[in-house]
């Protein structure tokens, strides 16, 4: 069996999109929120928790650098400050796959808690 390698990544920094092409033909587009939010670092997937900690207010959030990490994955750093976490190739082709169902879900927790994907720094008016 043919390990799962990239064969395309390039971050769309207009879009905030990074593309991702694998040698068994898959391509992803994933948003850099949609990555931010679900980092697989232990800040964001917890210790052993079964439900990621929730992350919002990410809706903005940028890309600053993509590194590879071995053969295996990238590392990413966002513009947030978040920084950690390793995204494996299976990783990314699993939540490339399942985007759909992963943004619904997040949605909903979002919801469920009262949260908002918006930056939540209050801005203020001088008059």
């Given at each position: 069996m043919t390990p799962l390698l990239p064969t395309k990544i390039h971050y769309h920094k207009q879009s905030k999109e990074l593309e991702i092409g694998f040698n068994n033909q898959e391509n992803y587009r994933l948003s850099a929120e949609f990555l931010r939010i679900h980092s697989p670092s232990a800040?964001?997937?917890?210790?052993?928790?079964?439900i990621p900690k929730l992350q919002y207010g990410k809706k903005n959030v940028s890309i600053l650098n993509i590194e590879a990490a071995g053969n295996y994955a990238l590392k990413i750093s966002f513009d947030d400050g978040h920084d950690t976490?390793?995204?494996?190739?299976?990783y990314l082709s699993n939540i490339g796959k399942?985007?759909?169902e992963l943004w619904e879900i997040y949605l909903q927790r979002l919801d469920e808690a009262g949260q908002s994907r918006e930056n939540s720094i209050i801005q203020t008016h001088q008059i």
């Open positions: 800040e964001v997937r917890g210790h052993g928790q079964q976490g390793l995204y494996s190739w299976d399942n985007q759909q």
